[in-house]
């Protein structure tokens, strides 16, 4: 690794955009960095805390408790959870929203996964539930959980998005909210299981079968119509979610997953796909998941979740503690493959650096970047800007708004009055710290 | 590196598909021996309970029928205005009626039935399989075609007499039927 120069043990990092990104590097040098740091206001503070004398606490001194048979996270991180929409289960749909400002890395633990589900979370029987598989098929098939379990499988880390994921961005006023209330409905996990062409294989495809309908064994028994591209691409009969079986919310015990593509369209609780030659035209690909353009006309069949990127760290609730160097982190994501870079402003988009992107750098997957910041104590704006591999870039606001019309009114933060949002989020920083959703 | 395999491996599948096609065969001979079978074969009797699918061209649709009348008495029956209000005007699951124009510039359209759905045979699908929320799949397909007359008569899509069966119900023209554009047609 190149070093900067150094001066009398004092480094300055190079300057790489506008009110204080810096050289990653300036973080990553260790020590001599340190030592430059300590020297202005924060080190001050850290100098004296370090100063109190060391003591052994409680557990330090004794045994700690049995190791449970399955392990939870510590009791000092209860803060740490999904945000629920409908707790009391009221006769319509539910959210579970994802606290990306309490997470870091890439991989969503199962329990902070997000949920949308219509009929609560369900819990299947895995030894009563079976796929089946018929229509324009040379010989119709009924699986069961076991029976799958016994075909060859495959893993890959994938995020899975929420058509309405972000829908607070589309509002006359920036709507206030963390980054779980304002992009929570989109996680990313390992999921293992079997490829949907392998099935296929063995039931045989009809040439005139152009769409697949999938639907799940919930409450509305939830069905999209999916085209048979994406059945002999990358679609997958999930069993396994981060290792474990899939948790009861995402689909115990099999989902359908369609990397890249909307979320709904990845049924839960899967237990029929049906070979067809045109779509169903379901509630969820007429009414729901169907963008209203300016114009009137509706966009329909809008697959991919396109290119995004959010800053975690800092974000509205993660305020800063004074001047000084902060590591500025974000997760981004494209449903058309990897991420192949991502740039940070803190000046509202004048002018841009770019943030190292963290191995590994996988296909529609989360994908961790990080930008190195000293922060002067004025008020900054803060933007991350994602391009991916197909040479989409992540839009601004106003190109956003001049392609799906003007927002009408500020709606509420929960409200979905827009899907497939993927603008270019702004967090602005006041002097005293504080983090807020703006628009720049 | 990761990319790459999976791509040959995509090949390899379409190509042993197309291979199948091209014998028009379905399921090649070789694959039986290399491949491994787990499947069941199932009979259509035996899955017609679960084969709900309805086509926007009717296909699927069961026989049975209703009229708006008999509709209000099953949307009485079941308490649906808890959640769709009195005469579908809107409750906490939003209303079944109404809806303005969708490219009004002063607020949010909604999106309901009679200002934005394609197509009728998607109330009867939705209803049969997801309502009434506290108990769905129990109405039989005669309230099920009941209850579809009454929405489509509240919006004034239909007359108060007019009977939803297998026959009519796909032939009812919604009116925001050529309202949508495929994103993405090359995608399927």
Redesign the interface.
């Known amino acids: 690794m190149k070093r900067k120069p150094r001066n009398n043990g004092i480094t300055s990092p190079q300057p790489v955009a506008g009110n204080g990104l810096v050289d990653r590097r300036a973080l990553l040098g260790g020590g001599v960095m340190l030592a430059g740091a300590m020297t202005t206001g924060i080190g001050a503070t850290l100098t004296s805390a370090a100063a109190e004398p060391m003591e052994n606490g409680p557990w330090s001194l004794g045994p700690g408790v049995p190791i449970p048979p399955y392990g939870q996270p510590s009791k000092y991180e209860q803060k740490v959870v999904r945000t629920l929409s409908n707790p009391k289960l ?3 749909g539910s959210a579970a929203r994802t606290p990306h400002h309490m997470l870091n890395g890439t991989i969503t633990p199962n329990g902070l996964h997000f949920v949308i589900a ?2 609560g979370e369900t819990h299947v029987d895995p030894d009563k539930h079976r796929l ?3 229509g324009l ?7 069961t959980v076991d ?2 379990h ?3 499988m495959v893993s890959r880390i994938t995020f899975v998005e929420c058509g309405g994921n972000s829908a607070p961005l589309y509002s006359k006023e920036p709507i206030q909210g963390t980054v779980q209330a304002l992009h929570g409905l989109s996680s990313c996990a390992e999921w293992t299981g079997v ?1 949907l ?11 005139k079968a ?2 697949f ?1 999938a ?1 799940g064994a919930d ?3 939830m ?1 999209r119509s999916i ?1 048979m ?2 059945a ?3 679609a997958m009969i999930a069993l396994y979610q981060n290792g474990e079986a899939i948790n009861p919310a995402n689909g115990y015990p099999m989902r359908l997953l369609l990397p890249g593509y909307e979320g709904n369209m990845n049924v839960k609780w899967l ?2 796909i ?1 070979l ?1 030659e ?1 779509p ?4 969820n690909e ?2 729901q998941y ?3 353009r ?11 979740q396109e290119v995004k990127s959010f800053i975690t760290h800092p974000s509205p609730g993660l305020s800063l503690k004074g001047p000084g160097f902060y590591e500025i982190a974000g997760i981004a994501y494209s449903g058309n493959g990897r991420i192949s870079r991502v740039d940070v402003s803190a000046d509202g988009g004048k002018s841009w650096a770019q943030a190292a992107l963290q191995d590994p750098v ?2 529609k997957a989360f994908t961790r970047f990080r930008m190195a910041w000293n922060w002067d104590g004025r008020p900054v704006t803060l933007q991350s800007r994602a391009v991916d591999e197909a040479g989409n870039i992540q839009p601004t606001r106003e190109a956003f708004i001049a392609e799906r019309g003007p ?3 500020t ?1 509420n933060v929960a409200a979905f ?1 827009m899907e497939h949002c993927n603008a270019i989020t702004s967090w602005g920083i006041s002097t005293n710290g504080e983090v807020a959703h703006v628009y720049a | 590196m990761f990319m790459p395999k999976m791509s040959m491996r995509r090949m390899i599948t379409r190509n042993r598909l197309a291979f199948a096609f091209a014998l028009g065969l379905g399921v090649s001979a070789a694959g039986a021996a290399d491949a491994p079978r787990f499947g069941q074969p199932i009979s259509p009797a035996d899955l017609a309970p679960w084969d709900i699918s309805i086509a926007p061209d009717g296909v699927g649709l069961p026989p049975g029928s209703g009229t708006a009348a008999q509709g209000e008495a099953v949307y009485t029956k079941y308490a649906c205005a808890l959640c769709h209000g009195e005469k579908g005007a809107g409750g906490p699951s939003g209303p079944l009626v109404g809806g303005g124009p969708l490219d009004s510039k002063e607020r949010d359209p909604q999106k309901l039935i009679g200002n934005y759905w394609p197509y009728a045979t998607t109330i009867f699908d939705f209803t049969r399989r997801a309502m009434p929320w506290q108990q769905p799949k129990t109405l039989t397909n005669d309230e099920v075609y009941a209850v579809t007359a009454y929405i489509l008569a509240l919006n004034k899509i239909i007359g108060e007499n007019d009977v939803m069966n297998a026959e009519t119900l796909p032939k009812v023209k919604m009116p925001n039927r050529d309202g949508f554009i495929s994103k993405y047609p090359e995608k399927h």
């Open positions: 009221e006769p319509r219509r009929g089946v598989i018929h098929v040379k010989q119709p098939m009924v699986y029976a799958l016994r075909y060859p490829r062409s392998t099935l296929l294989e063995e039931t045989g495809v009809d040439p152009k769409w309908i639907e409450l509305p028994t069905n085209p591209t994406k002999l691409d990358d237990r029929r049906k067809v045109s169903t035209m379901a509630i007429t009414k169907t963008i209203l300016p114009d009137g006309k509706a966009w329909q069949f809008y697959f991919p996988l296909s927002p009408r009114g709606p009055t």
